[in-house]
């Protein structure tokens, strides 16, 4: 069983930067793709960020691309999220989830996930 804890989310302003930290514990988690989710109240969950294991090939959406970079340490049992340029449009609940490819975490179907880290952007 794999345990995934965020942190790291909290309050900043329009244009700043977050550094998101997802630990897995339990079991490694080296051999899974691995991916960022959020959601907003009231609304749908939004795929983020994905990275496949060995932490070479990334995907990101539009909405997102070239302001977030998602990396990993498979020393560390460890995935990261680097926010930039943040927008008040990027408050969400932020959550980590392990699957087994990037096609199916991007599609939604996640092995494990975490309980999320905040995150607010104020105008």
């Known amino acids: 069983q794999v345990q995934l804890a965020e942190s790291g989310g909290g309050l900043v302003q329009a244009g700043g930067s977050l550094r998101l930290t997802c630990a897995g514990s339990g079991r490694s988690i080296s051999n899974k793709s691995m991916a960022w989710f959020r959601q907003a109240p009231g609304k749908e969950r939004e795929f983020v960020a994905t990275?496949?294991?060995?932490?070479?090939?990334?995907s990101y959406p539009d909405s997102v691309k070239n302001r977030f970079t998602i990396s990993r340490d498979n020393s560390k049992n460890m995935v990261y999220l680097q926010m930039s340029r943040l927008k008040p449009e990027d408050t969400a609940l932020y959550y980590c989830?392990?699957?087994?490819?990037?096609?199916?975490?991007?599609?939604?179907?996640?092995?494990?996930r975490g309980p999320g880290t905040q995150v607010i952007v104020s105008p």
């Open positions: 990275i496949n294991w060995s932490g070479v090939s990334t």
């Open positions: 989830a392990a699957g087994v490819t990037m096609r199916s975490l991007e599609g939604g179907t996640m092995d494990y």
